[in-house]
């Protein structure tokens, strides 16, 4: 359970950290569009400024996004069975979509200024599924070598 605990606050982890940075990335680029210069140091103290200042609240929505999602998938495996790590990639495909959209729907604004394009909400969607995937691979390997080590002890 604690292993769990642990993939998933780093995966949420990754999956933040690289929201963060491709959202960052296409605002920039669509600054570059104008003709304006963006330099090297600009794009780095922005990233870091974004992952200071929007960090933490992309956070919370990415973990409660996935958290929901997880526990669905989960239980869809457990009970309808199919791919375990499909069911993770879908969650992830899907939990962060809904959440922007949800809170798009809700409040009349969108968090991150690149997801207000397809393109920016695909990226940060795959950011998503790798985090997701990431989260799948991991714990099924945690899982399968804690079930071999429990095997060897009782030999």
Known sequence: MFKTIVLFIFTTLIA???VCIFSTQIVLADVQSFGLNVSHDVRLNTTLDDL????????ILI????LIGFIIAKYAHKYLGGNRTLWYVAAGC????LTTY???YSMG???LAAVRTPMGLFLATLCCIFS???F???SSRSHIHANNLGKQDEK
């Open 16 to 18: 933040t950290l690289l």
């Open 52 to 59: 200071i200042g929007l960090g933490p609240v992309l956070y």
């Open 63 to 66: 973990t409660s996004g996935f």
């Open 94 to 97: 899907t939990t962060f979509p």
């Open 102 to 104: 949800i809170i798009q």
């Open 109 to 111: 604004l969108t968090i």
């Open 132 to 134: 997701a995937w990431l």
């Open 136 to 138: 799948a691979f991991l």
